[in-house]
């Protein structure tokens, strides 16, 4: 007996209102994208003289020049100058590179100044405490300063800051999103939280599609940097030349940094996520959108991305979720009651899971019935092909919640109602089948035979031996 009691789970309140799929609105990502300009090559000849003047102003320095030469190390940074040093300058100046110039000035890269105070020689990054300037160059240059050397420090960076140059050089790739200048600072430094991504699946994602047998272009849009950057689905998954999802992938460089702390490149998290994370084998924004947690705003990082390390709260960018520390993270969630939100989500997730199992182990047997009929002589077809489809349905409704990957948690409610949805209509099948099934041919067995033909070898044997015993008196 099947209980479809199983979703009235009493510590679960159904919701009046669920989001229809038309009411979802439109995901669109958040691009920028530049046009080559016009060249006046008597322009730049003239800028290219102008700058070989300016060169040999600099080599003659204060004794030929009477300019005096003064690093942006050795003075003090205004709140609102742009690191510039002496490489990157002509990117910077908005000659060339205007939208992204614009753009950089308001990014985190271009905000996290350093101030160093002349009268204590300390170093101060982004109004955080006072460093002295060999604490600095120590512990923070390799990131906030320009052109630092591990190896001859101190005093060997071109000034504080970070600039273009901190992440292009002037060879060939000039661009790249394999991440690996994001690893500089962004790992093992404590600001980003990257040291779990090498462990996630975005980290590994194309050495997971090359091993599946079903790889194939229409899935580099989401598997690779470049083609989830450009949104392109013609990439050959097997070109080494293509990166996994890496940080450029979800975060934009050049993007305006008060407007979005995080340089993502959507509206929000959750729409972030969603790009990639629907369709039927990968459908769990399309299953979040409607759920409790998304009509209370909360985003999937909110859970999927919280740590709570030793210094406070930190980005997960395994994307694991860490239950109680999610769940009790603030009392706007479940904090002071996470044994109890805990408890939820395995209750729902046990209970999802045993459902599953029992209509897929009823799909497993009857389907075997039915095709053992089917192929038979005199087999109704029409009958046990359309119990096969109805068959078929049910499973695929139990897989597409399957591959939302959250055991029924995203959204309980209508993951519950359409999985057992689902089986009742294969039960329903079912007893359509059997009602109409023919019956079977009259006939005898070989053991009917048997005990018939003994009895009747009996009688005769009876028979002959009262007409013998007859005679005989």
Same mark, same amino acid.
């Given at each position: 007996m099947?209980?479809?009691s199983?979703?009235?789970?009493l510590l679960w309140?159904?919701?009046? #209102?669920?989001?229809?799929?038309e009411? @979802? *609105?439109e995901?669109?990502m958040?691009y920028y994208?530049d046009e =080559? !300009?016009?060249?006046?090559k008597?322009m730049?000849s003239g800028?290219?003289l102008?700058?070989v003047l300016?060169g040999?102003t600099i080599l003659?320095?204060?004794?030929?020049?009477?300019?005096?030469?003064?690093?942006l190390?050795?003075?003090?940074r205004?709140a609102?100058?742009?690191?510039?040093?002496?490489?990157?300058t002509?990117?910077?100046d908005?000659?060339?590179?205007t939208?992204?110039f614009d753009?950089?000035?308001?990014t985190a890269h271009s905000g996290y100044l350093v101030?160093?105070?002349e009268?204590?020689?300390n170093v101060t990054?982004?109004g955080?405490?006072?460093r002295t300037?060999a604490?600095?160059n120590a512990?923070?240059a390799?990131?906030?300063?320009?052109?630092?050397?591990n190896?001859t #420090?101190?005093?060997?960076?071109?000034? @504080? *800051?970070?600039?273009?140059l901190?992440c292009h050089d002037?060879s =060939? !790739?000039y661009?790249?999103?394999?991440?690996?200048?994001?690893a500089t600072c962004h790992?093992?430094?404590?600001?980003?939280g990257?040291d779990?991504?090498?462990?996630?699946?975005?980290a590994?994602?194309l050495?997971d599609?090359?091993?599946n047998?079903?790889a194939?272009?229409?899935?580099?849009?989401?598997?690779?940097?470049?083609?989830?950057i450009?949104?392109?689905s013609?990439?050959d998954?097997?070109?080494?030349?293509?990166?996994?999802?890496?940080?450029?992938a979800c975060?934009s460089v050049h993007?305006?940094?008060s407007a979005n702390p995080?340089q993502?490149?959507a509206?929000?998290a959750?729409?972030?996520?969603?790009?990639c994370h629907?369709g039927?084998h990968?459908p769990s924004?399309t299953?979040?959108r409607?759920?409790a947690?998304?009509?209370?705003?909360?985003?999937?990082t909110?859970?999927h991305g919280?740590?709570?390390?030793?210094h406070?709260p930190?980005?997960?960018h395994?994307?694991t979720?860490e239950t109680?520390?999610?769940?009790g993270q603030?009392?706007?969630?479940h904090?002071?009651?996470?044994?109890w939100?805990?408890?939820?989500?395995e209750e729902i997730?046990?209970?999802?899971?045993?459902l599953?199992l029992?209509?897929?182990?009823?799909?497993t047997?009857?389907?075997a019935?039915?095709e053992?009929?089917?192929a038979?002589?005199?087999?109704?077809?029409t009958l046990?092909?359309y119990?096969?489809?109805?068959i078929?349905?049910?499973v695929?409704?139990?897989?597409?919640?399957?591959?939302d990957r959250?055991?029924?948690f995203?959204?309980?409610?209508e993951?519950f109602?359409?999985?057992n949805?689902?089986f009742r209509?294969?039960?329903?099948?079912k007893?359509l089948?059997?009602?109409n099934?023919p019956?079977?041919?009259?006939g005898?067995?070989a053991?009917t035979?048997?005990?018939?033909?003994g009895?009747?070898?009996g009688?005769?044997?009876?028979?002959l031996?009262?007409?013998?015993?007859?005679?005989?008196r």
């Amino acid at each position: 007996m099947i209980n479809y009691s199983m979703n009235i789970l009493l510590l679960w309140r159904v919701r009046d #209102y669920v989001l229809k799929p038309e009411e @979802f *609105g439109e995901i669109s990502m958040v691009y920028y994208t530049d046009e =080559t !300009p016009r060249v006046n090559k008597r322009m730049v000849s003239g800028y290219y003289l102008f700058l070989v003047l300016i060169g040999f102003t600099i080599l003659l320095g204060p004794t030929g020049s009477g300019i005096p030469i003064t690093l942006l190390s050795d003075r003090v940074r205004e709140a609102h100058e742009t690191a510039t040093g002496d490489f990157g300058t002509g990117c910077l100046d908005g000659t060339c590179h205007t939208d992204e110039f614009d753009y950089f000035n308001m990014t985190a890269h271009s905000g996290y100044l350093v101030y160093l105070n002349e009268s204590t020689g300390n170093v101060t990054v982004n109004g955080q405490r006072e460093r002295t300037y060999a604490a600095f160059n120590a512990t923070c240059a390799q990131c906030h300063a320009l052109n630092w050397n591990n190896a001859t #420090y101190p005093n060997t960076h071109d000034g @504080f *800051g970070s600039n273009c140059l901190t992440c292009h050089d002037t060879s =060939t !790739p000039y661009y790249t999103v394999d991440g690996e200048n994001c690893a500089t600072c962004h790992i093992h430094s404590g600001h980003g939280g990257l040291d779990g991504y090498t462990e996630s699946a975005h980290a590994n994602s194309l050495t997971d599609l090359r091993a599946n047998p079903a790889a194939g272009a229409a899935c580099m849009h989401c598997m690779s940097a470049e083609g989830f950057i450009d949104q392109e689905s013609d990439f050959d998954p097997t070109d080494t030349d293509f990166s996994p999802i890496t940080c450029p992938a979800c975060h934009s460089v050049h993007s305006e940094f008060s407007a979005n702390p995080s340089q993502i490149r959507a509206e929000n998290a959750t729409e972030l996520c969603g790009i990639c994370h629907v369709g039927d084998h990968h459908p769990s924004y399309t299953v979040w959108r409607g759920g409790a947690h998304d009509l209370a705003d909360v985003e999937c990082t909110d859970c999927h991305g919280f740590r709570l390390g030793s210094h406070g709260p930190t980005m997960n960018h395994t994307f694991t979720v860490e239950t109680a520390d999610a769940c009790g993270q603030s009392t706007e969630c479940h904090e002071g009651h996470e044994e109890w939100a805990v408890n939820q989500l395995e209750e729902i997730q046990s209970a999802y899971e045993e459902l599953v199992l029992e209509l897929e182990t009823e799909a497993t047997a009857f389907a075997a019935i039915v095709e053992a009929y089917n192929a038979t002589a005199g087999a109704n077809h029409t009958l046990a092909n359309y119990v096969l489809d109805e068959i078929d349905t049910a499973v695929g409704v139990a897989h597409y919640y399957g591959y939302d990957r959250s055991s029924g948690f995203h959204d309980p409610t209508e993951t519950f109602e359409a999985v057992n949805g689902a089986f009742r209509d294969l039960l329903d099948a079912k007893a359509l089948y059997y009602a109409n099934l023919p019956a079977p041919a009259a006939g005898f067995s070989a053991d009917t035979l048997i005990i018939v033909a003994g009895a009747a070898g009996g009688i005769v044997v009876g028979l002959l031996l009262g007409v013998l015993v007859g005679r005989r008196r």
